[in-house]
């Protein structure tokens, strides 16, 4: 977000306390929670953690030894069986898990039990096929709740998961595979979106061929005979053949706390992703109680996250916090467009939704529809709504809560990240004050803090960069394979303190606004991408001798990509060029990563040590004015390059 945009939004003077309702019977509302957890971190958590089933408990809550962590040292604990056993032992066994929706309009409504059975029954599957303790397993499914299933699995018998969007490229899978060493690859023969098939199978066939760690390919029919997928001998099986013939009970595995539970894939600042390592315990409990208190889970809600699982807001906020609370969740499998744009508010209506979850990126679009929409629906049943993934702007907040929320609904700005496994700064509906577009104050028991250049904490009212000063049991643990990674990305910048790749600012109340990231990290749609990552794929295409990528402000996916390339000698830069540079992109990463705008220029802006100047990219993209270029290699570059951008 610019400067300037912050400073209004620090002066607007709006807030919303917390409704009476809220107030008196949220499952948070006593404000002395937040002292007693910053006074006493480790019993606060201990406190909390005595609310999940145990197998055994924990000698000792915390080791810490900058900037490693182990949380309920001694402890023994399995995840599926405290989302699904401790619930199945309860009335709740045929209370409603999931109520999912196909894009094309199919129903299935499966109990806690019925998950539960199908847990079981896959777990023992993947133990046919071998799998063990520890071994990875890699997912790549559309919205489906074999999804779901597959990953409590995977943690029932102490498999660890690593889940890849399904609309990632064969090559983005064949890489993620690789790197985790899977041995078993679950997939689709395809799914939904937007009306047509995406070819699941096809790309995972494409992947598996470079995946030599994969010896087994489960396969969900989801499709069916318009797939197209072909079924190889002997490598790949048909889901439902494997569960006719599994048994119904898996002995849950006891896992000790600090046992790997997933690896999810996340853009760094270099061209590779790197596995996030979460680890069984303190992911547990930090999304149990994210989920209980900032989402205010009862037991009759009915709560939707229109997050895709490929992504951390879905592990958290689908697949574990929700089912941690026992809690009745909504799950969609397409676009919302599709047949119309009142898709979602279709399903609130008919669901009776009580709280639901999204975007920014999603807001903005819905605002750009036109608020007929969600007017043509009921949508009385809403009480509470949530924000994640990026900063939302005041306009987009007020929108939401007029046109979604009626002026009845707080809204949950939450900020997290994939490392940080819940949010850490975010609101509580009985205890917080909103303000439009502030993410408010941390989590009870988190230490954050905005500081400066050398890692010095800024007083209340000015800006810097955004820091965590102790370590909290959902934290990463590490990057799979790449320790030194996880000690150099995180910890380094600020020795001692936990750096997020974040901007924030801190208003006079304590409270942080957050600015978009510091690094080469870009925010497109919510979704993290390096720019590096499509700087290499723009490379690799023959045609392309240098390219540079910056992400620029857009109206609706808050960033859209913007690449400036350089041709190799002799080929010529024409417009059907940048429409297959764009679609190389999209095949090499997904469709997520196509750039907005591609633009030739002959040479690429450098510092005399040869640096690409990305901050002078940004400018002529921005269309500013030119700053300070006497440190370019060639002055002459810059201008023949903004005068061209501006041609366009
Ligand atoms: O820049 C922040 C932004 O998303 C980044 C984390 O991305 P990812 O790991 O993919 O996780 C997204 C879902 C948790 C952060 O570094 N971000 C996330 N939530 C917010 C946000 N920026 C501002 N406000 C938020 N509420």
Redesign the pocket.
């Known amino acids: 977000m610019a400067d300037e945009a912050i400073e209004v939004l620090l002066e607007e003077g709006r807030t919303f306390p917390p409704p009476d309702a809220f107030r008196q019977s949220g499952n948070l509302n006593d404000a002395a929670v937040f002292e007693r957890a910053d006074k006493d971190p480790e019993g606060f958590w201990a406190e909390q953690a005595r609310e999940l089933d145990w197998f055994r408990t924990w000698d000792k809550v915390l080791e810490w030894d900058c900037p490693w962590a182990k949380w309920f040292i001694g402890g023994k604990i399995n995840v599926s069986y405290n989302c699904l056993d401790r619930h199945v032992k309860t009335a709740r066994r045929n209370k409603a898990a999931i109520i999912w929706e196909g894009e094309p309009g199919e129903e299935r409504v499966l109990t806690y039990r019925d998950v539960w059975r199908e847990v079981n029954k896959f777990a023992n599957a993947l133990k046919k096929l071998g799998v063990q303790k520890g071994d990875r397993v890699a997912l790549y499914l559309g919205m489906v709740p074999e999804l779901l299933i597959a990953m409590h699995a995977c943690n029932r018998i102490g498999a660890v998961h690593s889940v890849v969007f399904g609309g990632f490229s064969a090559e983005s899978l064949r890489d993620r595979i690789n790197d985790a060493s899977a041995k078993v690859l679950v997939t689709g023969d395809g799914g939904y979106r937007r009306g047509t098939v995406i070819p699941l199978k096809k790309n995972a066939d494409e992947a598996v061929e470079g995946s030599p760690s994969i010896e087994n390919v489960v396969v969900v029919q989801r499709v069916g005979s318009d797939s197209g997928a072909v079924m190889k001998e002997g490598r790949d099986h048909w889901w439902h053949e494997l569960m006719a013939g599994a048994p119904l009970w898996c002995e849950p595995e006891p896992m000790d706390s600090e046992d790997m539970l997933f690896s999810l894939y996340?853009s760094g600042t270099t061209g590779k992703p790197k596995g996030i390592v979460h680890t069984t315990a303190g992911y547990l409990l930090g999304v149990y109680l994210a989920n209980k208190w900032v989402f205010d889970m009862k037991e009759d809600d009915v709560f939707w996250c229109a997050a895709d699982i490929g992504?951390?807001?879905g592990h958290t906020h689908i697949v574990y916090g929700p089912m941690a609370n026992g809690a009745t969740q909504v799950m969609y499998e397409g676009s919302p467009d599709w047949p119309d744009k009142d898709r979602l508010w279709r399903m609130v209506e008919k669901y009776g939704v009580t709280i639901f979850h999204t975007a920014p990126t999603a807001i903005r679009t819905f605002m750009r529809w036109g608020t007929e929409f969600p007017a043509a629906h009921d949508l009385s049943s809403l009480r509470l709504l949530g924000?994640?993934?990026?900063?939302?702007n005041p306009e987009a907040w007020m929108w939401y809560h007029e046109h979604i929320g009626h002026g009845n609904c707080p809204i949950m700005?939450?900020?997290?990240?994939?490392?940080t496994g819940h949010p850490l700064i975010t609101p509580f509906p009985g205890v917080t004050t909103l303000k439009p577009a502030s993410?408010t104050r941390p989590f009870p028991g988190i230490e954050a803090d905005v500081v400066d250049e050398q890692g010095k904490s800024v007083p209340l009212g000015g800006g810097g960069y955004l820091v965590l000063k102790r370590p909290w049991p959902a934290m990463l643990r590490t990057v799979f394979n790449d320790p030194d990674r996880y000690v150099e990305t995180y910890w380094s910048r600020f020795p001692g303190m936990y750096f997020?790749?974040?901007g924030a600012k801190r208003d006079k109340d304590g409270y942080f606004w957050?600015l978009?990231?510091v690094d080469d990290v870009m925010?497109v749609s919510?979704?993290?991408l390096s720019t590096m990552e499509v700087e290499s794929a723009l490379v690799d295409h023959q045609a392309v001798a240098e390219a540079a990528v910056i992400g620029k402000q857009h109206e609706v996916k808050g960033q859209g990509i913007c690449a400036f390339v350089s041709l190799i000698a002799g080929v010529e830069n024409t417009p059907e060029l940048v429409e297959e540079l764009r679609a190389h992109v999209a095949r090499k990463i997904g469709a997520i990563a196509r750039p907005d705008e591609l633009y030739y220029a002959a040479e690429l802006p450098k510092t005399r040590s040869g640096k690409i100047m990305r901050r002078l990219l940004r400018d002529i993209a921005d269309g500013k004015a030119l700053g300070d270029t006497t440190t370019l290699a060639d002055p002459t570059v810059v201008a023949k390059l903004k005068e061209q951008y501006e041609d366009e």
């Not at 700005?413 to 490392?419: A, L, S, V």
């Open positions: 996340t992504w951390v807001t924000s994640v993934g990026e900063p939302i700005d939450t900020w997290w990240q994939t490392e993410a997020a790749g974040d957050l978009g990231r925010n919510g979704h993290r």
